[in-house]
C-alpha cells in the first residue's frame, strides 16, 4: 500500500480500537427494497424545521418537496419515493429521547416515479452562490452524523479564505463502514461532488482523509484522480487512531493547526466536509437529485447479515434489519450509529434519517457493569482528544455546578466517548456531559423565556398606566367640560332671562314708569297753566287796587 | 515653610479630587438600582406572585432592601435560589418543603367549549398570553403563557386548565445518570 509523502500530526490521546468493520465490507451495497409506507420527519438537521408545504391526500412524486427550509439554518425534506401522503402527524423519531415529532407518512405507489430533474452539465458556469442555493435546494446536511445544513457549512463568509478542504473520510467509529463501501463504489462521485465544493468555497487545496484500514477506498480514489489528472485533489492516508474523524481532530493531524475553542474552522482557513456529504452535492448539482437517500451500515453481533444499504430517508429500521435477515437470538439492543457515540433506540419502528449512518445490533455480552466510584486514576485526561480534563468535567456535571464544566470547557467536548472507554470504574462520563450540556442548553431557554416575559410584563404594565392616564385625563376633560357647560348653561339662562322673562317686565315697568311720568309730566303742566293764570289774575287784581 | 507648602499642596489635593468626585457623581449618576436589576434578571419572571409581591419586580426589589429572603420563589425553584445566593453573596437557605427542587414547567389552557368570554382572566394575565374580547371565546397564546397561573382563581367557569410544557426532542434533556450504580439500559 503506498502512503503519501505528506507530513502528519498527531492529536492529543485517541484509542486504537478494534475497528469490526470488516464484517459488513464483504458484500457490495445492496439496495433496500421500497418499503409499503415511508415515514418523513420535518426536522432531522440542526436548526429550524421546515415549513410543511403538502398536505394529506396530496399525491407526489420521487424528489417532490415536502416541507422547505423556514430560515437560514434549516434545511427542505423531499418525498423519497412516489405516493400519497396518508399522515401528517407526531410520530416516534430516532433521538436518545424516544419523542415523537412532526412526520410526513407517504404511502408509496411502487413507480418511484421522478419530477422533472434539471441536471447542470457545466457547473462551471454558474457563480457558487448559484450552486450553494442548489445545495439547499437539495436539502443536504452534513451526512456524517451532525445533520448540520451543509448550504451553510460552505457558506464561508466574505472574509474567511478557505484555503485547504478536508473530506472526511476517516470514518474513525468502529463497526460503521458506510462511508468506506461509498468511496469503493461511488469514487467518481465523491472526486467530483470535492471538485464541486473545491469550486464553491474557493479552495486551493484538497485533501480527502482515509483512515490507513481502508485500502480499497483509497485505491479506487487515488485511481479516479490519476484517471482524471486532477492535480489539486490528493487522497491522504491518515493513521487508524479514533476518534481521527473528528473535525477539529483531523485538522490537527492533517496541518497541526487547532481551531480556536469557540470558532469554527474556517476560522484557520480550513472546511471539513463529509464523502457522503460530497456524494450528495454531486448528485444535487449535476443529476438535479435532492438528498432522499444514504447509506447505511447494519452490523452487529446481533444481526443475522452484516452489510451496506442504500436506503430512502423515511424506511423504517425494522424492515432494514428483516431484509438483513432478522435479529439473532442473542440480540440485546439495537444502536443508531456506532458503539462510541450511538445512542440506544428504544425500538425498530423508527424511520432511517439524514443522519443515520450505521444501526448496530448488539448482543447481551456487550452489556456494561455498574458504576464504580471514580479512583482519579486519571486515564480519561490521557486518551481525551479534545485536552479537557473529564474527571472535572464529572465532579462538577453530577454536582450540578455548570459554570464551573463551562469554565472547564464542556462545550469544547466532543462526545467521543474515549473517557467512558478507558474508564476503570465504568461510569458512563459522557452522559453526564450530555446532561450538563442540555441543562446549561435549557438555563439558556428559560432565560430568553423570561427576559421575553419581563418585555412582555413591563409593556403591560407600562400599557395600563398609560391607559389609567388616558382615561383620567379623559375624565378630568369630561369634567371640565361639564362644569364649564353648567357655567354657560346659567349664563344663558341669566341672558335668556334678560331677554324672555325681565324684558317685558322691565317693559311694563317702564311702560308703566313712562305712563306714570307722562301723566306727571301732563299735571304739572296743567297745574303750571293753573298757577299762571291765577298768578297773572293777581297780578292784575294787584295792579288794579 | 515647608509645612505651609505641604499643607496647601495637600489642601490642593484635596480640592482637585473633591471637584473630580463631585463631577463624576453627576456625570455618572445611575438612576435606580442596579442591584434590583440583576436580581431581576436570575428571577423567572413568571410573575405569579407566589413570593407573596406582587411580581418579580417587586420581590426583587424586596430582596435587595433586606425584606425578603432569597428563597421565595417556586418557579424559580432550587437553580434560582443558588444564583441568588451566588448573587448576593449569602448562604443559599432550603426552600419551602412543598415546592420541588426542578418544579415542572406548566402552561394553562381555555376549555373553549366552556369559556362564557367574560375577560376576567385577560385582566388578570401579567405578560398579555390571553387573547379574546367581551362575550367572545377566549384562548392563550401557548407561546407567551409563564405558567403563573394568576387566570385561575378569576375564571367565573372554572374553564381554565393547567398542562404541562410539551418536550420536544429539541428540548429534551439528558437525565443525569444514577451515580452510585448506573444500570445499563434495557434493550
Known amino acids: 500500500m503506498s502512503l503519501n509523502s505528506r507530513h502528519l500530526w498527531h492529536f492529543h490521546g485517541g484509542l486504537k480500537l478494534p475497528s469490526n468493520k470488516a464484517v459488513s465490507t464483504i458484500k ?61 402527524e407526531e410520530l416516534p423519531v430516532p433521538h436518545p429521547s424516544g419523542l415523537s415529532a412532526l412526520s410526513v407518512v407517504i404511502e408509496t405507489d411502487g413507480e418511484d416515479k421522478w419530477i422533472e430533474l434539471s441536471p447542470l452539465h457545466h457547473p462551471n458556469t454558474k457563480s457558487p452562490t448559484e450552486l450553494r442555493q442548489l445545495i439547499r435546494q ?27 478542504l478536508i473530506i472526511n473520510g476517516a470514518e474513525c467509529e468502529p463497526s460503521i463502514s458506510c462511508d468506506d463501501m461509498l468511496m469503493r463504489h461511488y469514487a467518481s462521485e465523491v472526486i467530483s461532488g470535492c471538485g464541486l465544493i473545491q469550486y464553491i468555497v474557493s479552495a486551493k487545496h484538497c485533501l480527502i482523509a482515509i483512515e490507513d484500514n481502508k485500502p480499497e477506498a483509497i485505491a479506487a480514489l487515488r485511481a479516479v484522480i490519476t484517471e482524471k489528472a486532477l492535480h489539486t485533489i490528493e487522497v491522504v492516508v491518515v493513521p487508524t487512531i479514533y476518534p481521527t474523524g473528528g473535525e477539529k481532530q483531523l485538522i490537527k493531524v492533517l496541518s497541526n493547526k487547532e481551531v480556536p475553542s469557540d470558532g469554527f474552522p474556517s476560522d484557520i482557513g480550513v472546511l471539513v466536509q463529509n464523502v457522503g456529504t460530497a456524494v450528495a452535492i454531486h448528485k444535487a448539482i449535476c443529476l438535479g437529485e435532492p438528498l432522499i437517500s444514504r447509506i447505511v451500515t447494519i452490523t452487529g453481533e446481533g444481526v443475522q447479515q452484516a452489510h451496506n444499504m442504500e436506503v430512502l430517508i423515511g424506511t423504517p429500521m425494522s424492515e432494514l434489519i428483516e431484509q438483513s435477515g432478522g435479529y439473532h437470538d442473542d440480540a440485546a439492543k439495537l444502536i443508531m450509529g456506532g458503539p462510541m457515540m450511538g445512542f440506544t433506540l428504544q425500538t425498530d419502528h423508527l424511520p432511517v434519517t439524514k443522519a443515520c449512518n450505521c444501526l448496530l445490533v448488539s448482543n447481551a455480552a456487550e452489556q456494561t457493569a455498574d458504576a464504580m466510584p471514580c479512583i482519579r486514576c486519571g ?37 467521543c466517548g474515549c473517557c467512558n472507554h478507558v474508564c476503570p470504574s465504568q461510569i458512563p462520563l459522557v452522559q453526564y456531559y450530555r446532561f450538563a450540556k442540555t441543562e446549561i442548553w435549557n438555563q439558556e431557554r428559560d432565560r430568553i423565556k423570561s427576559d421575553h416575559a419581563r418585555i412582555r410584563h413591563e409593556f403591560r404594565q407600562q400599557r395600563l398606566d398609560r391607559e389609567k392616564k388616558e382615561r383620567d385625563e379623559k375624565l378630568r376633560k369630561k369634567k371640565e367640560l361639564l362644569a364649564k357647560k353648567k357655567i354657560a348653561e346659567a349664563e344663558t339662562k341669566k341672558t335668556a332671562d334678560e331677554t324672555t322673562e325681565i324684558d317685558p317686565k322691565k317693559a311694563a315697568i317702564e311702560a308703566a314708569m313712562q305712563r306714570v311720568k307722562d301723566k306727571k309730566s301732563a299735571q304739572q303742566t296743567a297745574t303750571t297753566n293753573l298757577t299762571s293764570a291765577t298768578e297773572s289774575s293777581n297780578e292784575k287784581s294787584t295792579q288794579e287796587q | 515653610m515647608s509645612i505651609l507648602t505641604a499643607i496647601l499642596t495637600l489642601a490642593l489635593i484635596a480640592a482637585l479630587f473633591g471637584l473630580l468626585l463631585g463631577y463624576a457623581s453627576v456625570k455618572f449618576h445611575v438612576e435606580g438600582d442596579p442591584v434590583v436589576d440583576k436580581i431581576d434578571a436570575i428571577l423567572p419572571q413568571t410573575q405569579c406572585g407566589q413570593c407573596g409581591f406582587a411580581g418579580c419586580r417587586p420581590y426583587a426589589e424586596a430582596i435587595s432592601s433586606g425584606e425578603a429572603e432569597i428563597n421565595l420563589c417556586p418557579p424559580g425553584g432550587e437553580t434560582t435560589m443558588l444564583a441568588l445566593s451566588d448573587l448576593l453573596g449569602v448562604e443559599p437557605l432550603a426552600l419551602d418543603a412543598e415546592h420541588d427542587d426542578i418544579p415542572e414547567k406548566t402552561v394553562v389552557y381555555i376549555d ?46 372554572d374553564c381554565i386548565h393547567i398542562k404541562p410544557v410539551k418536550v420536544e426532542p429539541d428540548t429534551w434533556r439528558w437525565p443525569l445518570p444514577d451515580h452510585v450504580s448506573t444500570a445499563p439500559q434495557a434493550g
Open chain 1, 28 to 88: 457490495p451495497i445492496t439496495r433496500a427494497l421500497l418499503p409499503k409506507r415511508l415515514v418523513i420527519p420535518v426536522q432531522q438537521h440542526i436548526g429550524e424545521a421546515g415549513k410543511l408545504l403538502v398536505k394529506v391526500g396530496d399525491s407526489v412524486l420521487k424528489g417532490q418537496v415536502l416541507a422547505q427550509a423556514s430560515s437560514y439554518v434549516s434545511a427542505s425534506i423531499h418525498a423519497p419515493s412516489s405516493g400519497k401522503v396518508v399522515e401528517i
Open chain 1, 138 to 164: 437539495a436539502g443536504i446536511v452534513g451526512l456524517g452524523g451532525a445533520a448540520f445544513p451543509t448550504a451553510v457549512k460552505v457558506n464561508t463568509g466574505p472574509h474567511a479564505e478557505i484555503d485547504t
Open chain 1, 379 to 415: 486515564a480519561c485526561a490521557t486518551v481525551c482528544p479534545a485536552q479537557l480534563l473529564p474527571q472535572q468535567l464529572y465532579w462538577h456535571a453530577s454536582s450540578k455546578n455548570f459554570d464551573l464544566v463551562q469554565e472547564y470547557h464542556l462545550f469544547d467536548c466532543i462526545e
Open chain 2, 112 to 157: 373553549e367549549e366552556t369559556c362564557i368570554g367574560c375577560t376576567l382572566c385577560i385582566q388578570a394575565c401579567p405578560v398579555d398570553a390571553i387573547l379574546g374580547a367581551a362575550k367572545q371565546m377566549h384562548t392563550i397564546i401557548e407561546s407567551e403563557c409563564t405558567g403563573c397561573d394568576l387566570c385561575i382563581p378569576p375564571c367565573p367557569v
